[in-house]
């Protein structure tokens, strides 16, 4: 199978020590029966087969293949999130681990997004809980039925299909990057923040803007306060903009499992002063109504794609464009915004499931040259913020939960700190 | 329920310290309670080091030693002593300080250059020893062309690094610039040699090109939309 278009450029930039990956964790009422587990992913991997992947090294692209194998289930570690050695892991870009009363599945960016791992991750759990409890879950389209064959559907590459005719250049102005004493031994830091759900819900309507805006701009500004504190004058101040992820499926429509996201980064100029949060709430919301539109949308998936369709790229052989793809990311990539913020919104499971479940989380591992990025869920009622950072200062996180709590927010803070 | 008195957080029970600020915890009601366990597991996933390039190279230029040896062995056999096999030794001595030295010492970029510049020398050195004879060659062609490549070579590295805030387009300008004046030298040097200096000559066919490529470079850089084309079209 082919790599769809946005997974095009993570085999490209991965190596030893980084791959782009991302992890999604249920935590259950009572511990794990590793057993269960296996039957339950076997069931689920027949149901989703684009997840039962190996990639491959072909001559001018890379690709993926089937396999009728099972990627380990493993206990879980201390550092999650690290570096996915395809090698090790059987070529599966993919690992399901357990700890305790918490099933964790980590993905590799090639495989899907955000969204598409929850279904799969949902419907793990349900598989699991049905074969566990004799849960009888009811299934929809974010808890798919096992005994269904798959669906084609699931696994198109949504980008060419909903691709125009226009681009654009992706070049947008370097942003600020938070820098510290990375860790020598590549341990990653995972901070989780959780607060009421309904709390942050109202304090946002309260200003008129979603829950993903509000948080933007309270890391904007966090982020802000950062640079000011280390950067001396006021005229070398860069701008501090947000990756913020957008789910296209809610904007085309489509039902693939697969990649289907685009980034837009709402940001601001210090130069120009200091921003009050009203101002950036109103910078950030504004910004995002104009950008996450269907035809700029349009626009920047179809660069994208006209990218991939180009007659010189397709033939020029594969350590060539990835070497091309390298440069590229290194100057659009990473570089041109501070820190990313995922927010997957709220996840409801059906009650028959959500007794068994507790807790939600979504965990980002490392970005590539960003050294703090955020992710956000909702499940049951707690907003969850996963912070993953690879160098050993906390600055960010202790800036951007202090402003919530200064905002009226109350957060409860858990780390992945070792004693 | 306990809070970190210097982020106002609440940290979860098992929180040995605020992972925001490392204050240990303060709350005297709950320190008999035994802790609940840790979210994460203790076992730390192992990475492995990253390649050890000192290794890599101070391997190597051992192994350098052996067609350095085999050289030296067969001056001997076939000359009776080492004569030819010195400049095996200067070469090799150029290969390592050029490719290995980076790998295995950490130097300000400039220094590299002159430990470059100063292998070449010595090399030209050993062949104006080994061939006694006149010196014009060495002084007067030899070590200034080897003195403007460093130069070059240093100017060069300087425009890549990501200290130089300068536009892309500039720094090709520049670049070109360099090379112009690189090659205006190098024919003044050989006009000193050769004692007549007629000059510039044929480095005109080289700086022309230069200064012009140069100036459209230059021009095309004050077109903004020129340029979004451009980047368009290389899918920057």
Redesign the interface.
Do not use: M, Q, W
């Given at each position: 199978m082919k790599l769809d278009n946005a997974a095009l450029i993570y085999p490209a930039t991965m190596n030893r020590s980084w791959t782009a990956l991302f992890r999604l964790s249920a935590t259950l009422t009572e511990p794990v029966d590793e057993d269960i587990l296996e039957v339950a992913l076997k069931r689920t991997l027949r149901r989703l087969p684009s997840f039962a992947f190996r990639l491959k090294r072909g001559l001018f692209w890379f690709y993926l293949e089937h396999s009728d194998a099972l990627p380990k289930i493993e206990p879980d570690v201390g550092n999650p999130c690290v570096r996915m050695r395809l090698k090790d892991n059987d070529g599966f870009c993919m690992r399901v681990r357990f700890y305790e009363n918490r099933i964790a599945v980590e993905f590799f960016h090639v495989l899907t997004d955000g969204t598409g791992g929850l279904i799969f991750l949902q419907t793990l759990v349900a598989e699991y809980l049905r074969l566990r409890y004799s849960a009888g879950i009811p299934r929809s389209n974010r808890v798919l039925d096992c005994a269904e064959p798959p669906r084609p559907q699931e696994a198109e590459d949504s980008f060419a299909a909903h691709s125009g005719t226009i681009t654009q250049t992706r070049k947008e102005i370097k942003a600020y990057h938070i820098r510290g004493t990375d860790e020598s031994t590549g341990f990653v830091h995972i901070i989780t923040g959780s607060m009421n759900a309904d709390v942050v819900l109202q304090k946002a309507r309260e200003k008129g803007v979603t829950v993903t805006e509000y948080l933007t701009a309270v890391l904007i500004l966090s982020v802000d306060a950062i640079q000011r504190k280390n950067v001396a004058h006021v005229s070398r101040l860069k701008p501090v903009k947000i990756c913020v992820p957008i789910n296209l499926r809610n904007v085309f429509p489509s039902e693939t499992l697969r990649n289907f996201a685009n980034y837009v980064n709402p940001g601001i100029d210090p130069r120009l002063g200091v921003y009050s949060f009203d101002e950036t709430l109103n910078i950030v919301h504004h910004f995002m109504a104009m950008e996450v539109t269907e035809k700029l949308l349009n626009v920047k998936i179809t660069t994208n794609v006209q990218t991939e369709r180009n007659v010189v790229l397709r033939v020029m052989p594969l350590f060539i464009k990835n070497a091309a793809m390298k440069y590229v990311y290194s100057q659009v990539g990473d570089a041109i915004s501070s820190t990313t913020l995922s927010n997957l919104g709220v996840t409801r499971l059906p009650e028959e499931m959500a007794k068994y479940v507790r807790r939600m989380d979504f965990i980002l591992g490392p970005l590539a040259d960003n050294r703090v990025c955020a992710a956000a869920l909702t499940y049951n009622g707690r907003l969850r913020v996963n912070f993953t950072r690879t160098i050993a200062e906390p600055t960010l996180e202790r800036e951007f939960f202090t402003r919530l709590i200064k905002l009226g927010i109350p957060v409860k803070v858990q780390s992945n700190q070792m004693e | 329920m306990s809070y970190?008195v210097n982020?106002?957080?609440?940290?979860?029970k098992?929180?040995?310290?605020?992972?925001?600020?490392g204050t240990e915890v303060i709350n005297p009601a709950a320190m008999q309670e035994e802790k609940p366990?840790?979210?994460?597991?203790?076992?730390?996933?192992h990475?492995?080091r990253?390649?050890d390039r000192r290794y890599i190279a101070s391997f190597v230029s051992l192994l350098l030693l052996i067609p350095l040896f085999t050289a030296m062995l067969t001056n001997v056999m076939v000359s009776g002593r080492l004569s030819w096999s010195y400049y095996v030794l200067g070469g090799e001595l150029i290969a390592f300080t050029v490719l290995l030295l980076p790998m295995i010492a950490h130097m300000p970029r400039i220094l590299y250059i002159v430990i470059d510049a100063g292998a070449v020398g010595v090399f030209l050195l050993l062949i104006q020893v080994m061939n006694p004879g006149d010196w014009d060659w060495l002084l007067l062609l030899g070590l200034p062309i080897t003195g403007l490549v460093a130069l070059f070579a240093w100017y060069l590295s300087w425009l890549a690094s990501p200290k130089c805030r300068l536009p892309l387009l500039i720094r090709f300008t520049f670049t070109l610039a360099a090379i112009g004046l690189l090659v205006v030298g190098i024919e003044f040097f050989i006009g000193l040699y050769r004692h007549a200096i007629a000059w510039p000559q044929w480095s005109l066919y080289v700086l022309f090109p230069c200064f012009v490529l140069g100036s459209a470079l230059l021009l095309l850089n004050r077109r903004a939309r020129l340029k979004?084309e451009i980047?368009?079209r290389f899918?920057?």
């Open positions: - | 970190c982020c106002g957080v609440e940290l979860d098992s929180e040995p310290r605020c992972p925001l600020c366990s840790r979210p994460y597991p203790s076992h730390v996933e990475l492995d990253r390649i979004a980047r368009k899918y920057f």
